[in-house]
């Protein structure tokens, strides 16, 4: 049996990686390892491994975490967990964590364990926002999506309005082999249906009246990327066939075009509707169902991932303040934003929040100061808490009241568009 130098074998390796010892010792790391941690090989063999990854004095299984650590040394299993580890600058990255039972020349266990970070360096941001948990419920969706994200499938991703369906597109956008192409989205609830073919393949000059010039769609745009279509039930049924077309050939024609183009483009879609649903009410095309779902993705609401309420609050307070300070909430606060069902998900916590810094006092949001719509102000982990529905029909109704029955002023509230809190109104009898 020839003898291996263990860190030439493990610098081979692509992935960080790093052997640990019983004692929680860090006894080799490879250099992809120490650059990730921003400490130099020397410098962290003999550190604990949980104050180099987690910033933590106490090993992650006594934090309420699943450890390779512990599933090695005290129940003999290798296993693969996920975890969210920090850099040097404390910035947090999603990480999936293959562990491996080693075994040393003396007969020591050692545990292996390989790192793969989840996220690219553009995929945690979109504009304003970025993607930010590290409950078990965020951490399975965010490896999900890694996951599906090196395929050239098409993606459907569903969710509750608000709960960040684009930034999951983003994110698989700049995890896949396109992330150097365009990202294009198209909200498809917001394209008037006489503009809607216009928009996505593009007009030539003359086309129709006012069309003074050549306009390229988003489709073509899109080429060599990733094409986005938000709300995706919302493209009207005599548009669906046209649709299907171009992705079975990937070929169109500009409105008012005689040349056939071709366009590579890797579709993600979303929709907070079950399109098998629509499919069944004939508002759907099964055809163009099948083109679209070639992978399904699901994506939690706020109100299974409660643990994750206090970091986003906090994220979204800080980017709410810009160059002011930023506030904070007290823990009455905070207690009751984790207890609120947050219908409209995120984007509802971030108007909230929005509403509050600007009557806060002395940089402190209390409990009077967040405006929660009582009524709703349920906990549905409890039995015999309210079906969701009914929950949304309630808070949807007390809004109506708190606005004055203004559409404009509750669908921005809700973090929706008015043509979808139309449909709302309509399925809860409230119009």
Same mark, same amino acid.
């Given at each position: 049996?020839?003898?291996?130098e ?15 010892d ?8 490879n250099?992809r ?16 491994? +949980? ?11 006594k ?11 005290e ?8 975890h969210?580890?920090? +850099?040097?600058?404390?910035?947090p ?13 003396? @007969? ?7 790192l793969?970070?989840?996220e ?9 926002m970025r993607m ?11 490896d ?5 994200a090196?395929?050239e499938?098409?993606?459907?991703l569903?969710?509750?309005?608000g709960?960040g369906? $684009?930034?999951?597109?983003?994110f ?7 992330a ?15 503009l ?5 393949f ?6 129709f ?8 769609g ?12 938000d709300?995706v039930? $919302? ?8 649709l299907?077309?171009?992705l ?10 005689t ?6 483009v ?14 069944? $009410?004939k508002?759907f095309?099964?055809? =163009? ?5 070639g992978?399904?993705v699901?994506?939690?609401?706020l109100?299974e991932?409660?643990?994750d309420?206090?970091g986003?609050?906090?994220f ?5 303040a ?9 823990s009455?606060?905070l207690?009751?934003?984790q207890?609120?069902d947050?219908?409209g998900?995120?984007?509802e ?20 100061d ?6 709703t ?10 079906? =969701?529905?009914e929950?949304?029909?309630? +808070? ?9 029955? +203004?559409?404009?002023r509750?669908?921005a509230?809700l ?6 809190l139309?449909?709302?109104l309509?399925?809860? @009898?409230?119009?």
């Amino acid at each position: 049996m020839p003898q291996l130098e263990l860190q030439e074998l493990i610098d081979a390796n692509d992935q960080p990686f790093v052997v640990i010892d019983r004692e929680y010792r860090i006894v080799a790391a490879n250099r992809r390892y120490s650059a990730t941690y921003g400490v130099t090989t020397d410098a962290i063999v003999g550190q604990l491994c +949980h104050v180099v990854s987690h910033h933590s004095p106490r090993p992650c299984h006594k934090n309420g975490e699943q450890c390779p650590h512990q599933a090695l040394f005290e129940h003999g299993e290798a296993v693969e967990v996920l975890h969210t580890h920090f +850099h040097a600058d404390d910035q947090p990255e999603r990480t999936r964590i293959r562990g491996h039972a080693l075994r040393g020349t003396n @007969g020591e266990r050692y545990l292996g364990e390989q790192l793969y970070p989840l996220e690219a360096d553009a995929g945690t941001d979109c504009d304003s926002m970025r993607m930010v948990g590290k409950s078990p419920a965020f951490l399975a969706c965010v490896d999900n999506l890694a996951r599906v994200a090196d395929c050239e499938a098409p993606i459907l991703l569903f969710g509750e309005s608000g709960v960040g369906k $684009e930034l999951a597109a983003r994110f698989i956008h700049a995890r896949s082999p396109r992330a150097g192409g365009a990202f294009i989205v198209i909200n498809c609830a917001a394209v008037p249906e006489n503009l809607f073919e216009s928009e996505l393949f593009g007009h030539e000059r003359g086309a129709f009246s006012g069309s003074s010039g050549l306009k390229k769609g988003l489709f073509e745009l899109a080429d060599g990327g990733t094409l986005f279509l938000d709300e995706v039930a $919302e493209i009207p049924l005599g548009l669906q066939a046209k649709l299907l077309r171009v992705l079975e050939s990937g070929e169109f024609r500009r409105v008012g075009g005689t040349h056939t183009l071709k366009a590579d483009v890797r579709l993600v879609s979303a929709t907070n509707r079950r399109l098998l649903d629509e499919v069944d $009410e004939k508002r759907f095309r099964l055809d =163009l169902y099948y083109r679209l779902a070639g992978i399904d993705v699901d994506l939690p609401p706020l109100r299974e991932r409660r643990d994750d309420i206090p970091g986003l609050a906090a994220f979204l307070l800080k980017r709410l303040a810009g160059a002011r300070r930023a506030c904070r909430l007290d823990s009455a606060a905070l207690a009751m934003l984790q207890a609120y069902d947050f219908p409209g998900n995120v984007r509802e916590l971030r108007n909230l929040l929005q509403r509050a810094v600007l009557t806060c006092r002395d940089g402190v949001i209390r409990a009077a100061d967040l405006h929660l719509p009582t009524a709703t102000a349920t906990t549905t982990a409890l039995p015999g808490a309210q079906p =969701l529905a009914e929950v949304e029909r309630t +808070h949807i109704r007390a809004l109506l009241d708190v606005h004055a029955g +203004h559409r404009s002023r509750v669908a921005a509230a809700l973090g929706i568009t008015e043509r979808t809190l139309y449909r709302k109104l309509k399925r809860y @009898g409230l119009s």
